[in-house]
Structure formats: structure tokens, C-alpha cells
């Protein structure tokens, strides 16, 4: 199971892209790469996945370099909404679902006005 | 369609109490699973059911917790006794398979607060 890394914390303003990088270094090549989304008070909520290249969907966009030892997840224009943490999380496609929801930290984002 | 339901949604015990959560998953799903998560910290998954069968249960503390998932649909989450350490939001959530890229639906949480 390919061990994640990301920041802390990041802060933003309204209306800037965002961007959020994960790290992980061992990746296998049968992972895929999932990111949830957490408001306070709320149970996480899945955002995105992928694979290799980019992803896009009404959310947001993942971006895979081609080696695939990092991720970033890019949030456009971001609004004080979007203010909540952000978990990357790494797994099998095979894996059992117990293995690969090993949620970090997370991302702490804060928009401000 | 209807999310995942949780309840309670507060409760407030002392310590050497019992208490027990209660989740509804998502019509359908056959994967149901509990996670504890402390104040600033990531979900740590606690138990994966599939159906009402146990696929993963290895995080749970089975002196003082229990679940069940009776008729593979509703479950419940018992601690017995709580300690203060067990002061966290419980969160349930489902998946339609058991594979690592289903998409996971997660209740609001119950908050557990151990005095």
C-alpha cells in the first residue's frame, strides 16, 4: 500500500486556482490515485479519480506526470465553499477497499475573502 | 437518492458507559464500513463488512467494541465499556462493491464525547 504525503495546510483567496500535491513515491502499477473532500462536521466525499495523464470532471482536475510518484489536484477558482480538508489516498484496483482507505492528515485548505 | 443515515448524531456518555451508533447505508450497497475519526486527524477505518460478512475487522479493539450487520443492511457499532480515549466522530459508510476504487458515501458522523 504506497504511503501518501501531503502538506499540512495551504491558504487561499476567493477566486484563485488551487493546487494540491500529493506525494507517493512507491506507487504500484496497478494503483490508482482517489481524493476525498471533508467539511467540518461532514463525512468525507469523493472528488476525483485517475489514473495517468489528467482528469477532469465538474469539481476539479488531477494531474498524473508521467512517472505517477506524485499527484496534484487543481481546484479553479476557488470560494470560501471550498474551505475543508483534502485527503489523497492511494490503492489497487484489486485491493479490498479496507486496504486502501488508510486516510493521512489530509490537506487543511482555508479560502479567505 | 437517500444517503447514508447515521444516529445519533451528538451523545455524551461517562466513562465505563456503553453506547451504541446505528447506520442505514445506501439501498443497494453491499460493502458497509466503520471508521473512528480523533479531532484533527483522518478517518482510521474500524471494521468492512460485505453483505454480513466481516471482510476486515484487524483496527477494531474487540475488548471494547463490537459491530454487527445483521441481514447484510443496517449496522450497529457498540462500545463496552467507552474510555475517555474514545472521544471521536464515528463515521459509517458504504460502497456498492468491495474494490479498493468503489466510491465510498459517507453519513454525517455521530459525535461521542467520553467524560
Known amino acids: 500500500l504506497a504511503k501518501t504525503t501531503q502538506p499540512i495546510s495551504m491558504d487561499s483567496y476567493e477566486g484563485q486556482e488551487v493546487n494540491i500535491t500529493c506525494s507517493h513515491n512507491n506507487i504500484a502499477t496497478n494503483d490508482y490515485i482517489t481524493w476525498y473532500q471533508q467539511f467540518p462536521s461532514q463525512g468525507p466525499r469523493f472528488i476525483i479519480q485517475?489514473?495517468?495523464t489528467k482528469v477532469t470532471n465538474e469539481v476539479a482536475s488531477l494531474f498524473i506526470p508521467a512517472d505517477r510518484k506524485s499527484s496534484t489536484l487543481s481546484l479553479p477558482r476557488v470560494s470560501l465553499s471550498d474551505t475543508a480538508v483534502y485527503y489523497c489516498?492511494?490503492?489497487?484496483?484489486?485491493?479490498?477497499?479496507?486496504?486502501?482507505?488508510?486516510f493521512g492528515g489530509g490537506t487543511r485548505l482555508m479560502v479567505k475573502p | 437518492e437517500a444517503g447514508v443515515a447515521q444516529s445519533p448524531r451528538y451523545k455524551i456518555i461517562e466513562k465505563r458507559q456503553s453506547v451504541a451508533f446505528w447506520c442505514n447505508p445506501i439501498?443497494?450497497?453491499?460493502?458497509l464500513y466503520w471508521y473512528q475519526q480523533i479531532l484533527g486527524q483522518g478517518p482510521k477505518l474500524l471494521i468492512q463488512?460485505?453483505?454480513?460478512?466481516?471482510?476486515?475487522d484487524s483496527q477494531l479493539p474487540k475488548d471494547r467494541f463490537s459491530a454487527e450487520r445483521l441481514k447484510g443492511v443496517d449496522s450497529t457499532l457498540k462500545i463496552q465499556p467507552a474510555k475517555l480515549e474514545d472521544s471521536a466522530v464515528y463515521l459509517c459508510a458504504s460502497s456498492l462493491g468491495d474494490r479498493a476504487l468503489e466510491t465510498q458515501y459517507f453519513g454525517p458522523g455521530t459525535r461521542l464525547l467520553v467524560l
Open positions: 489516498l492511494v490503492g489497487d484496483s484489486g485491493d479490498n477497499a479496507g486496504n486502501m482507505l488508510t
Open positions: 439501498s443497494g450497497h453491499a460493502t
Open positions: 485517475g489514473y495517468k
Open positions: 463488512f460485505q453483505n454480513n460478512g466481516v471482510v476486515d
